[in-house]
Structure formats: structure tokens, C-alpha cells
């Protein structure tokens, strides 16, 4: 009997997730034609990064969680294992705003959980009474309720108004650029919810575990590449079949033969295909759904977007007032400035910065200020160093600035995301052959892009 012809799969979008999922095909079929298609004339999304005077620049993230696995596996099968580099372990630090001045967030405070009694004591951030409600956390009930909630009404129930406006929503609008009014703590810390369900609170759970950490973010769990981000997306790209990646092509329409059960994609010189993988942000899976299924387009345009505009500034060592302690600082809305955070990049990773030299992102926009990520460049930057000036005593010109827009790159899991993506892909499964994979379903983050992407890929390569 003869061998059945090959797959042929069509990958939409090739940011990391779309880049992930077409290796993964070659993985796991080696005869499978892969087709990979980009709207833009660059592959890599917001993996961006840039080499200029001696700085290494990333135009977006600058890190990822090997908590996840995924991306760290994916770089020892691509060659990049021995490249990859943790952060510098001596400033392990985080800090926060409060009243002009730079404050280490409390030691084992992650996001919401405490680790320790005595930091949070000690903590300049929290007045007498916010740090008396916040220990007052194990006295409080848990939540019988089973509906979502957001991660305002979370924190505000469990550690207090002010721990929420002075440390929680900093942290959170640094990690999603939302509002946690709307955010959803289901889609984005279940495993708190599972904390409260199963130990009756956050401190008895953090008790319970023993978590090795040194600040208010696991810093010890990042890693990066020593050229930068970009070397994953170009690794991939470099492993890509020859002639199987198409950029400039705006598709416009997905379309199946219920007879043949192939898909044909409007925009597209691809011919027919036995799978669709589409790797592209919801709003615009929406648009080339909306032909097919109304329903399912509908939800995936109600998927929100926010955006962010990160400038990055160098400097000589020298002309910082006060020494940058840390890997950077999240500003409280409630201190009412207009940028949502800083990284001091070249203190998180070797090699970001020439020597005597220092690398600062300030970060703008967001949910909250989404005005802000839209000023002019030249404003930006003014504020920018203006910001800076006043918090860490930065001044003079810099030798280097780069400014990156990123308009719309965020998915917001808001209040009911997790219900939301449940009939997506319960609407997504009634088409055999059709694939959603990328940030807006089930993780934000590196690692959790490369795994939908592998699994919409190993998916489609086991569909027949």
C-alpha cells in the first residue's frame, strides 16, 4: 500500500508562538509541508532586539520564567542551551514608589503572597494600619463563592485596600499593563484561588511551601539569551524549511471545503491544507473567522487589547545621583506620575550595557494611562529622563535612546476570560483541522506562547 501523501499545515502569524508551532511540525513530521505566513516583513513579533553604541537593547521582553518549562526546553533542542544566562544574582531586587522616594518591596512578597512576617513589618511602603490589615490575612474566611473574581476585589478582600493600592496593583499592572479592576484572577492566579480553597489563606500556604526567593519577584526563575531575546525567533527562523515562510501576506479569510475537509486561506498562494494553525492576536483571528463562524469570530473580537511604549535610555554611570540598586521600580497609580515602570536593564543581565555604562527602560501606557503610550517621542523621552531625574538623581544626555511601540500587544484577561476561551475553543473544535494558539487564550509570557504553539502543532500533526 502506498504511504499516505504528507500533511500540509499552514501556520498564521509568526511571532514566537507561530515560529514554535511550525518547528514543533517539523519535529514531530518530518514530511510535513509547512506553510508560515506573516503579515508583517519581519518574523519574531515583539521579540526585538537591538545592538547600538555598545548597548544591547530589547524592544520588548527582556526575559522568561523557566518556572514554565517550555521555552527553556525549546532552546536546548534549537542550540541556545549555552547561551542562555541568568540575572545577576547580587541585585535580585525589586522596588516601588512611594511618595518620591525607591522602596524594596518586602522580601518573599510575591505579588500576593507573603513569605515573611518581619519584611512586611519593616516595610516602609505600608503604614502601621496597612501592614496590621495585611497580617490580619489568615483571619480571613475564604471565599465560598465560586464565580470569578477580579484581583482588585481579591486582594482588597484578603490583604486590604492599602497593600492593594501601595504593592499589588503595582506589581500587577508591571507584569500585565491592566487594570486589576477588570483582570481576572481565574485567567491569571489560580493557583492564589487554590491557595485560599485548600490552606483557608495566603499566609498558611506560603508557610506551608518553602519557596527559595529573594525579593518580591522570583528573579532567581529568569533567564535570557546572551545575545537577547531575538536569538530565539532568529534561531527558529534559521530552522525553518526553505521556502516555507511567506511575509507581507494579509490574509484575509479562512475558508473549508466540507466536502474534501481542506482549508483554503484567502491571501494566500498556499493551495490547500489538511490543518490551520492561527497564531495570530484574537482581534485578528476574529476578522479571518468572521465568514466561518460568526460566533466564534464574535468572542475572539471580545477579547481586549492594551499597549505599551518602553523607552530605553544609556548612560554614563557617572551622571546617576544615586546608585540603581536593584532591577528596577513599579509606580502605584496612586502616586498619580506618569510612567508605570523602570528596568534597569544592564543590573538584570551581563553584556546590556559598555562599561561604566547603565541601560534604563521606562515603561508607559497600559491599561490605566493608555494615553501616555501615545505621546510623541520626543515628549516621552523628556519624561522619561525627567522621571528618572527626580528618582534616582539621573541627569545629563544620554548616549543612547531607542523608543518601541507596542500598540494593542497585550491580550487583558479580564473578569470571565476563562469562560470566554472555554467557548472558543469549544466553537474552534466543531471545525476538524482549525488551531488557535498565542498569548490571548491561556498564559501571557514567553514560555507560555512557545507551549500553545507546540500544542496547536502536535495537534494538528495527530489530527488524521
Same mark, same amino acid.
Not at 514608589?97 to 510575591?110: D, M
Not at 492599602?162 to 484572577?185: C, K, N, W
Not at 483557608?200 to 506560603?206: I, V
Not at 489538511?274 to 495570530?280: E, S
Given at each position: ?41 519581519? +518574523? ?12 544591547? &537593547? ?37 522596588? @516601588? ?13 510575591? &505579588?500576593?503572597?507573603?513569605?515573611? +512576617? ?20 489568615? =483571619? ?10 477580579? @484581583? ?30 477588570? =483582570? ?23 508557610? *506551608?511551601?518553602?519557596?527559595? /526567593?529573594?525579593? %518580591? ?10 545575545? *537577547? ?6 534561531? =527558529?527562523? /534559521? ?11 494579509? &490574509? ?49 473580537? /471580545?477579547?481586549? !487589547? ?23 521600580? @513599579? ?7 506618569? &510612567? ?67 500598540? %494593542? ?16 475553543? /469549544? ?13 490571548? !487564550? ?23
Amino acid at each position: 500500500m502506498s504511504a499516505p501523501p504528507p500533511l500540509r499545515i499552514a501556520v498564521i502569524g509568526a511571532g514566537v508562538t507561530g515560529l514554535a508551532a511550525a518547528h514543533r511540525v517539523g519535529e514531530l513530521s518530518p514530511r510535513a509541508e509547512v506553510r508560515l505566513f506573516e503579515r508583517s516583513d519581519r +518574523v519574531g513579533g515583539v521579540l526585538q532586539t537591538e545592538s547600538r553604541d555598545g548597548f544591547l &537593547i530589547e524592544r520588548s521582553a527582556d526575559n522568561f520564567l523557566t518556572k514554565t518549562p517550555h521555552a527553556t526546553a525549546l532552546c536546548e533542542r534549537i542550540g541556545l542551551a549555552d547561551e542562555l544566562i541568568p540575572t545577576e544574582s547580587a541585585r535580585r531586587r525589586a522596588m @516601588v514608589v512611594r511618595r518620591g522616594r525607591l522602596l524594596g518591596i518586602p522580601e518573599g512578597f510575591v &505579588i500576593m503572597s507573603p513569605g515573611a +512576617v518581619w519584611p512586611i513589618v519593616a516595610t516602609g511602603i505600608l503604614s502601621p494600619a496597612g501592614k496590621a490589615r495585611l497580617m490580619c490575612e489568615p =483571619l480571613v474566611p475564604p471565599r465560598r463563592d465560586a464565580s470569578d473574581e477580579s @484581583v482588585a476585589d481579591f486582594c482588597r478582600r484578603r490583604l486590604g485596600s492599602e497593600a492593594f493600592t501601595r504593592l499589588v496593583q503595582p506589581l500587577v499592572g508591571g507584569i500585565y499593563t491592566a487594570d486589576p479592576e477588570r =483582570l481576572s484572577m481565574a485567567a491569571t492566579m489560580p493557583h492564589l484561588l487554590q491557595d485560599e480553597r485548600e490552606h483557608g489563606g495566603l499566609w498558611r500556604a506560603a508557610r *506551608g511551601r518553602k519557596r527559595q /526567593q529573594s525579593s %518580591g519577584a522570583r528573579y532567581n526563575l529568569f533567564m535570557a539569551p546572551r545575545g *537577547g531575546m531575538q536569538a530565539i525567533t532568529d534561531r =527558529l527562523r /534559521q530552522r525553518l524549511p526553505a521556502g516555507c515562510l511567506f511575509t507581507g501576506s494579509d &490574509i484575509r479569510a479562512l475558508h473549508r471545503d466540507r466536502s474534501t475537509g481542506k482549508w483554503r486561506i484567502e491571501g494566500s498562494e498556499g493551495g490547500d491544507f489538511d490543518a490551520v494553525i492561527v497564531a495570530a492576536p484574537a482581534p485578528a483571528a476574529g476578522e479571518m473567522l468572521a465568514g466561518l463562524d460568526a460566533s466564534l469570530a464574535s468572542e475572539l473580537r /471580545q477579547i481586549e !487589547y492594551a499597549g505599551a511604549t518602553i523607552v530605553c535610555l544609556g548612560y554614563e554611570r557617572r551622571l546617576a545621583a544615586r546608585p540603581m540598586d536593584g532591577f528596577g521600580f @513599579v509606580v502605584p497609580h496612586a502616586e498619580r506620575r506618569p &510612567i508605570l515602570a523602570a528596568s534597569f536593564a544592564s543590573h538584570k543581565f551581563p553584556g546590556r550595557a559598555p562599561q561604566d555604562c547603565e541601560l534604563v527602560r521606562v515603561f508607559f501606557g497600559g491599561a490605566l494611562q493608555p494615553e501616555m503610550a501615545d505621546r510623541p517621542d520626543a515628549e516621552l523621552i523628556q519624561i522619561a529622563r525627567e522621571q528618572l531625574g527626580e528618582l534616582i538623581g539621573l541627569s545629563g544626555e544620554p548616549k543612547t535612546v531607542e523608543v518601541a511601540r507596542w500598540g %494593542g500587544a497585550m491580550p487583558q484577561y479580564h473578569v470571565g476570560h476563562v469562560e470566554r476561551v472555554d467557548r472558543i475553543l /469549544q466553537h474552534a473544535a466543531a471545525w476538524p483541522g482549525l488551531y488557535l494558539a498565542g498569548a490571548a !487564550y491561556r498564559g501571557v509570557g514567553v514560555p507560555n506562547c512557545i507551549a500553545s504553539g507546540e500544542a496547536a502543532a502536535e495537534a494538528a500533526c495527530t489530527q488524521r
